[in-house]
Nanobody, 126 residues
Framework: EVQLQASGGGLVQAGGSLKLSCATS????????IGWFRQAPGKEREGVSC????????SYARFVKGRFTIFSDNAKNTVHLQMNSLKPEDTAVYYC???????????????????WGQGTQVTVSS
């Protein structure tokens, strides 16, 4: 059974940092792409970043480039999202998802992903 467990959210002041984690099980970690998405109240879900574990290629949404870093801990089957220089507009519920190779497509933020974890709340105060 595929399981994704997101954690690490919280309340932080603008300019601060958080590290999200997505612990996974039930599939071959090295063979999949893992993405982070977010949804703010009243807004549509949007893609934040993704990583292709087969070749370590990554992709970032324009609005987080240079501030967020995605990386995998293959020994723990966990993907992290290091978020620095947080802004109030980063406030949202953050979700992780997996699929075989979605991260290789430039359309990854809008393509359907196979499995989703529950979200973790990130709140950035001004």
């Amino acid at each position: 059974e595929v399981q994704l467990q997101a954690s690490g959210g919280g309340l932080v002041q603008a300019g601060g940092s958080l590290k999200l984690s997505c612990a996974t099980s039930g599939f071959t970690f090295d063979d999949v792409a893992i993405g982070w998405f977010r949804q703010a109240p009243g807004k549509e879900r949007e893609g934040v970043s993704c990583i292709n574990n087969s070749n370590n290629s990554t992709s970032y949404a324009r609005f987080v480039k240079g501030r967020f870093t995605i990386f995998s801990d293959n020994a723990k089957n966990t993907v992290h999202l290091q978020m620095n220089s947080l802004k109030p507009e980063d406030t949202a519920v953050y979700y992780c998802a997996i699929d075989e190779d979605r991260c290789g497509s430039p359309l990854w933020p809008v393509l359907p992903w196979d499995s989703w974890g529950q979200g973790t709340q990130v709140t950035v105060s001004s």
